[in-house]
């Protein structure tokens, strides 16, 4: 990251009548595109968040209905092809064909690979009078620059009578975090392919890369596993719980609690997910850059499977403890074996280099008094129920280590894994220096979505973006710069037990989504005129949601 070159956006240094050869500096680190020859840089703004790091305009346009040909550099970059057909069939309707070479022709948008520095998204994006090029470092790369030259068209749309029509720029771009996400808890309430694919084309617009979907919870299980149809069959529907109730109730005054009617017929609420849904999902999403990111909550947060075989817990059965579900029982041989199998059908779905297991809020209590629990313990030296929790999760981590994948875990479970696991902080109130520190000096990369500040399920304020944008993301208590950079990204969460429709939740999440995507890409290198330009830029998002039938919480952002 360049911190220095931070303000080109807002502040071009430059005046209108020079030409890009007599510019002090314009983009230190690049020579001038012969693609701008002959063009004038002027001073504009453009609206896009995050802020790309550098970014020159130039006096001049691209017609994108001029455009007839799509070109890549190699076969790696074939399915960015496809994307950049669905980015432009949103706005011409012209036939583009595709060939292979990397010379810059008129009419042509260019895919190119070259390593432009060892940051994995780092980009170029150069949209020229007769030609756009997009440079990355690795295919993903090149996505992130056609997700800018989607939001450059998408704000286009809002600004100019004339939406084909582009301003003539040259950017250089790259994210500070590798892990930039969204969470979607459809367990306690479910959300169709058609809803998640909707905030995943915003996602894809803000450039954040990973979708984590909460599958289950004590309230739902919403993916089928082809071993255990049970688990779908008991945890898809159900008669309204409590929160459903309050739902219900607070209904009667406010749409924004209202059940769809594909999901509730007056007597069972209920949604769920069929493979090829799944299947559909992870390939849209991988289309435009991100990953999918899958959560099957374990040892806790598991009544659905003890419904399905009450003899998964060490009591024969559901129930609740002072505050969380009766977990799993881990004395017991056919639970590990029967997740095992689950993970390994998850991993076949989901080619997501990160499988999310949970490990939170498991109420040991059970564990305590239970004969199966206690002979375990004992057999395997274990010397405790932390020691039984930490045994069970290295086998399962073992699972999916076996598949070339990587475990995540909520905070919970920090005592519970090792340096191989990623740990989720969401606690606020264990602290950033106890949680991510802890993560971090025992060699786990950390992710950060404190339930204060990144859980968008929490009420929105006038200060929420501010909170997310001035975001703590470091521990103060002396932490060495290799651990530092273990702490690999932010994260927005929504758990849905009292958002029960796509309009609520499009209210919750936009426009925090905007800040989560700024913060991302810049994690500390932020300032106060950043933010300032982050407000002005926001402006037209509104409008652009608006103008997509996208509901969002007004900001006051005086
Ligand atoms: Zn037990």
């Known amino acids: 990251m360049k911190p220095k070159n931070v303000f080109f956006i807002l502040v071009l240094l430059v005046v209108s009548s020079c030409s890009p050869e007599t510019i002090i500096n314009p983009v230190e ?38 455009i007839r040909n799509i070109d890549i550099q190699n076969e790696s970059l074939r399915p960015a092809s496809v994307y950049v057909r669905t980015i432009l069939s949103e706005i011409s309707q012209q036939e583009l064909s595709t060939s292979t070479g990397n010379i810059k022709n008129k009419q042509t948008i260019n895919l190119l690979l070259e390593p432009l520095s060892n940051n994995t998204e780092h980009y170029k994006l150069e949209i020229a009078p007769d030609n756009i090029s997009v440079t990355g470092t690795t295919p993903q790369a090149v996505i992130c620059g056609l997700n800018t030259l989607r939001q450059i068209i998408s704000i286009n749309g809002i600004t100019n009578s004339a939406p084909s029509v582009l301003p003539c720029v040259a950017l250089n771009d790259q994210p500070a975090f590798s892990w ?7 367990a306690r309430h479910f959300f169709t392919k058609d809803e998640i694919c909707n905030i995943i084309d915003m996602m894809a617009q803000l450039k954040l890369n990973k979708l984590h979907l ?39 005054s406010f749409p924004d609690y209202q059940f769809p009617s594909d999901r509730w ?22 289309e435009r850059g991100i990953d999918i990111i899958p959560e099957i909550d374990i040892p806790g947060h598991s009544s659905v499977a003890i419904e399905a075989h009450p003899e998964f817990s060490c009591v024969n059965g559901t129930g609740w403890g002072e505050e969380f579900s009766y977990p799993l ?35 040991p209590t059970n564990w305590k008094s239970c004969p199966k629990c206690q002979a375990r313990i004992k057999n395997n030296n274990l010397g405790s129920v932390t020691g039984l929790q930490k045994w069970f999760l290295s086998q399962i981590e073992q699972q999916i280590r076996s598949k070339g994948r990587k475990m995540v875990v909520w905070d919970d479970a920090l005592v519970s894994v090792g340096s191989t696991a990623t740990v ?6 264990i602290g950033i220096n106890n949680a991510v520190g802890g993560a971090v000096r025992q060699g786990s990369e950390a992710v950060i979505t404190n339930w204060d500040v990144m859980y968008f399920s929490g009420k929105e304020t006038d200060n929420s973006l501010a909170e997310i944008y001035n975001l703590r993301l470091y521990p103060t208590n002396g932490i060495t710069e290799g651990q530092k950079s273990l702490v690999v990204g932010i994260q927005g969460s929504v758990f849905t037990e009292v958002t029960p429709n796509i309009s609520r939740l499009n209210y919750m999440i936009y426009p925090r989504m905007f800040a989560l995507s700024e913060k991302s890409w810049y994690a500390d290198n932020t300032n106060t005129e950043m933010w300032t330009s982050f407000k002005t830029r926001l402006n037209p998002w509104l409008l652009y949601l608006k103008s997509k039938n996208i509901r969002y919480r007004t900001p006051n952002l005086n």
Not at 34 to 60: C, H, M, N, R, S
Not at 180 to 186: P, S
Not at 424 to 429: L, Q
Request: aromatic share 12%; charged share 25%; proline share 4%.
């Open 214 to 252: 909460h599958l289950t919870d004590d309230q739902g299980w919403r993916i089928p596993i082809n071993q255990y149809p049970e688990l779908i069959e008991t945890g898809w529907k159900r008669l309204p719980n409590d929160h459903d109730k309050d739902c219900i109730n607070l209904a009667k």
């Open 180 to 186: 930039r996400a969204f969470m979607l808890d459809v």
């Open 329 to 363: 029982c881990l004395g017991n041989d056919n639970v590990l074996t029967y997740y095992k199998n689950i993970f390994d059908e998850l991993m076949i779905l989901f080619p997501s280099k990160y499988i999310h297991v949970g490990a939170d809020e498991a109420d």
């Open 265 to 286: 017929d007056g007597t069972y609420y209920f949604g769920k997910y069929s493979k090829s849904d799944i299947q559909e999902l992870v390939a849209y999403a991988a």
């Open 424 to 429: 989720m902080w969401w606690r606020d109130w």
């Open 29 to 66: 680190t690049d020579e001038t595109s012969t693609l701008f020859e002959g063009l004038t840089v002027v001073d504009t703004t453009l609206a896009i968040i995050p802020q790309p790091k550098t970014l020159i305009a130039y006096k001049g346009s691209c017609d994108l209905t001029s």
